[in-house]
C-alpha cells in the first residue's frame, strides 16, 4: 500500500472539485501534518472531517526533533513556509510520497530524497481505480485548468495527453 502526505494545495483543489470522497477511497494511506490543516480554511477542513474521524485521514503532530528538523530545512530553502517543510519531515517520518504541485516544495523535497506525486497522478489513480470515469476525470481535470486553479500550470502536453486518452476510453 502506498502511503502518501498530503500538502494543502492538492486538498484545497480537490475539495473545490468536490471530488475528494473519491480521493479518500483511493487504497492509499493518507496523512497530513497539524501546520498543513490549520493552512485550511474553516469549509475545507469540514470537508475533511469525516476522514479524520474515520482514521482515513491521519493528522500527525510533529515533535521537538521535528520542529528542529524543519528549522533547518527552512534556512537551507527559505522560499519555503513551515508548513511545506512539515510535508518534507513527515513524508521522511513515515516512508510516504509527498502529494504537492508546489514547484518549489517539488524541487526541494526531490533533492532530499522525497518521491514526490501531484494533481497528474491522482486523477490517473482516481481512474485506475474506477473512482472517476474516464469522461468525469476529463471534465474535473478540464475544471482544473480552467476555473479551480488557472495558476496552477500543470504541462499542457501531459494534460492532453490524458485527455485525449480518456476521451476515447
Given at each position: 500500500?502506498?502511503?502518501?502526505?498530503?500538502?494543502?494545495?492538492?486538498?484545497?483543489?480537490?475539495?473545490?472539485?468536490?471530488?475528494?470522497?473519491?480521493?479518500?477511497?483511493?487504497?492509499?494511506?493518507?496523512?497530513?501534518?497539524?501546520?498543513?490543516?490549520?493552512?485550511?480554511?474553516?469549509?475545507?477542513?469540514?470537508?475533511?472531517?469525516?476522514?479524520?474521524?474515520?482514521?482515513?485521514?491521519?493528522?500527525?503532530?510533529?515533535?521537538?526533533?521535528?520542529?528542529?528538523?524543519?528549522?533547518?530545512?527552512?534556512?537551507e530553502?527559505?522560499?519555503?513556509?513551515?508548513q511545506?517543510?512539515?510535508?518534507?519531515?513527515?513524508?521522511?517520518?513515515?516512508?510516504?510520497?509527498?502529494?504537492?504541485?508546489?514547484?518549489?516544495?517539488?524541487?526541494?523535497?526531490?533533492?532530499?530524497?522525497?518521491?514526490?506525486?501531484?494533481?497528474?497522478?491522482?486523477?490517473?489513480?482516481?481512474?485506475?481505480?474506477?473512482?472517476?470515469?474516464?469522461?468525469?476525470?476529463?471534465?474535473?481535470?478540464?475544471?482544473?485548468?480552467?476555473?479551480?486553479?488557472?495558476?496552477?500550470?500543470?504541462?499542457k502536453?501531459?494534460?492532453?495527453?490524458?485527455?485525449?486518452?480518456?476521451?476515447?476510453?
Open positions: 500500500m502506498i502511503v502518501v502526505v498530503n500538502d494543502a494545495n492538492v486538498l484545497i483543489d480537490l475539495v473545490k472539485l468536490d471530488i475528494i470522497a473519491h480521493f479518500f477511497e483511493l487504497p492509499l494511506v493518507f496523512y497530513t501534518t497539524d501546520f498543513i490543516l490549520e493552512e485550511l480554511h474553516t469549509e475545507q477542513i469540514e470537508c475533511l472531517t469525516p476522514f479524520i474521524q474515520s482514521g482515513t485521514f491521519k493528522i500527525l503532530s510533529l515533535s521537538a526533533e521535528d520542529l528542529m528538523e524543519i528549522n533547518i530545512l527552512q534556512a530553502k527559505a522560499q519555503l513556509s513551515i511545506d517543510c512539515s510535508a518534507i519531515v513527515c513524508s521522511n517520518n513515515i516512508n510516504g510520497s509527498l502529494i504537492t504541485s508546489d514547484n518549489n516544495l517539488r524541487k526541494f523535497a526531490t533533492s532530499k530524497n522525497v518521491t514526490v506525486r501531484g494533481h497528474l497522478w491522482v486523477f490517473d489513480q482516481m481512474v485506475e481505480h474506477g473512482k472517476l470515469s474516464p469522461k468525469e476525470a476529463v471534465v474535473k481535470l478540464t475544471e482544473l485548468n480552467t476555473r479551480v486553479n488557472v495558476r496552477l500550470n500543470l504541462p502536453a501531459e494534460c492532453d495527453l490524458r485527455i485525449k486518452k480518456w476521451e476515447n476510453s
